[in-house]
């Protein structure tokens, strides 16, 4: 979340050519992790959400900022500080700038956890989501308004074929060895290195 902002938001910020997402809350959260011992934590927790919005909760509270109770979108478009500007979704106040930053990307890899027990629901980590005003209905990230809008470039990049959908056993983040080698490590190699590495294996 943290790097997806350096790439929209930093003015100068060094270039980005892949950006990969594991186990991400990309499209949110409907529910808060690992909250205990809080006054408002039972509200975090629950899809009520009971002050999750309120400046306290989003000062204080580092998941708050990803957050989004599918039964109150208005207070999420309006309380929450940080997931709804990443997202390039709140009402008269997208830049564009954000959609051609992030859409400047070579490779956009989303990683989904099909067992993920923290990001709810684990389609989040492809950008799905709930569907509005429901807590039981997912919606698979092309039929979300993020990608039917294009607000910060999803559908950009996914007709250029630059999104790879990956979905993997386990819990989150629970990826082995030859599963961080196949998904992940390729895209961290520049073309010149990947050159050579392919023909060394060729030898």
Known sequence: MVARGLIEFCDEAPPVNNFISIGGPNAGIASAPACTGN????????????GIYSDYVQTHYAPSGYIK????????????RYLPKLNNEIPNATNPIYKERFTSLQNLVLIMFENDNVITPKESSWFGFYQDGTDSQILPPQQTNLYLEDTFGLQTLDKAGKVKFIKLPGYHLGMDIQEMQQNVVPYLIDGAQKNKADAQVGH
């Open 39 to 50: 006054p408002w934590c039972d509200g975090a927790g629950g899809i009520s959400g009971i």
């Open 69 to 80: 109770l599918p039964n109150d979108i208005a207070g999420y478009l309006r309380g929450c």
